[in-house]
């Protein structure tokens, strides 16, 4: 058993789980359960497997000192707000304006202190911006054991050709001759 197979098997259990096609996307995934759906197919005995995980950290930009210093005065206005809230309840001998204004400072100061502190701390190990996010390469349409036939050959699958896993940079054993990446299609079905 695969370990894609093993994996799903015990987050989502399936009796003797078999993979029943793997497509490039999510939504081809999505696509061939809803047509099996559509042709009354008993889907409750499928999973959407993302096989082939990987992190990517798209770089958004540099960080300065006035980048993080904005960043935390950001961050302090919702704070602050709230500490303006608190001081009404707590000092009603001032007006609402300036509760809220004394708690907007208040916060403003604690965000723009609190991020300072966090970038200096750093000792600019980190001076970029970023945003991460697991994505898969491949999605496995794995099926209970009873019901994988009949899945195949309604998706037009039987036999199942296994997609070559992509790999970026592409290695020099995945470049064809004319430096595109080639595709094995003799592989045996899993």
């Not at 009949?150 to 998706?155: G, N, P």
């Amino acid at each position: 058993m695969s370990s894609s197979m093993q994996a799903a098997s015990m987050v989502m259990p399936l009796k003797y789980p078999m993979s029943v096609a793997i497509y490039p996307t999510y939504a081809e995934a999505q696509r061939a359960v809803d047509h099996l759906a559509d042709a009354d197919f008993p889907v409750q005995h499928l999973c959407i497997v993302g096989t082939d995980l990987k992190q990517v950290e798209r770089v958004l930009g540099r960080r300065t000192w006035g980048r993080v210093l904005a960043e935390g005065m950001m961050s302090g206005i919702g704070t602050g707000l709230f500490f303006g809230l608190v001081l009404m309840l707590l000092m009603p001998q001032l007006s609402a304006m300036q509760n809220l204004g004394l708690g907007l400072l208040m916060g403003l100061g604690m965000g723009v202190l609190s991020a300072g502190m966090a970038h200096a701390a750093q000792g600019g190990r980190r001076d970029f911006a970023s945003a991460q996010a697991i994505v898969a390469s491949r999605y496995e349409v794995l099926g209970e054991h009873t019901v994988v036939n009949q899945a195949r050959q309604m998706l037009g699958q039987a036999p199942l050709q296994p997609q070559a896993p992509t790999t970026w940079p592409p290695t020099p054993h995945d470049a064809g001759p004319s430096g595109s990446q080639s595709v094995d299609q003799s592989q045996e079905p899993r």
